[in-house]
């Protein structure tokens, strides 16, 4: 009878920690990333955590910053760390998207900035944009923005009411919640231009846009 009752409740247990897990994926727990290969990563300045700097020897399409790198947190993208400038004689590989994982909270002047990305997906609790994040992203068609998004930094969308394509903005909370995002006024060329789509409420993780 003891042992029935020790597999009773080993059998109870499991259950309730596979609920448990499932309930932190649905409600958008943070999960480790350890990002694509290649990547370069620096030091902060407290020595805790890293910070994004480059594309560094990374061969992927599809790039994800992840959020973890040799077993400390990653909390920043690093001045101009995407940067793709055939002149500057940066980074070569044509990038199609770019993922920035949750547990990022830093982001550097042209953090984003990219000539040839087409779609950024940022992790529901990345909570804002650096400046200049996006500016002169000409290519881009697809930003996917969570609830967790607080303010929205200058020029962050600067010179993308000149882009052949619309851009549309994926935002995962309602038009409400987008008002109460702070945005700094500069963004509002871009914002309320024609070439500006916003869509409220979206459910999805980007992978199929």
Do not use: H
């Not at 940066?90 to 199609?96: A, G, L, N, P, Y």
Request: with cysteine; proline share 1%; charged share 20%.
């Amino acid at each position: 009878m003891k042992k029935f009752l020790k597999s009773l409740l080993l059998v109870a247990f499991s259950a309730v920690m596979a609920v448990s897990a499932l309930c932190i994926s649905a409600c958008g727990g943070s999960s480790t990333v350890e990002g694509s290969a290649g990547l370069s990563y620096v030091l902060n300045d407290a020595g805790d955590g890293y910070i994004f700097s480059n594309l560094g020897t990374c061969t992927d399409k599809n790039v994800v910053i992840g959020n973890t790198y040799n077993g400390k947190p990653v909390v920043g993208i690093g001045e101009g760390a995407c940067r793709d400038d055939k002149d500057a004689g940066d980074f070569k590989v044509v990038v199609e998207s770019i993922t920035v994982s949750n547990g990022i909270t830093e982001m550097a002047f042209r953090g984003l900035q990219n000539w040839n990305v087409k779609k950024i997906i940022l992790g529901d609790e990345v909570p804002s944009l650096g400046m200049a994040a996006f500016r002169l992203n000409k290519n881009l068609e697809v930003i996917v923005i969570g609830k967790g998004m607080t303010t929205i930094g200058r020029d962050a969308f600067s010179k993308l009411e000149e882009n052949a394509k619309t851009v549309t903005i994926y935002y995962k909370g309602s038009e409400a919640d987008w008002g109460k995002i702070t945005i700094d006024e500069s963004n509002n060329t871009f914002l309320q231009s024609a070439k500006c789509k916003i869509v409220y409420n979206y459910k999805g993780d980007g992978s199929e846009l």
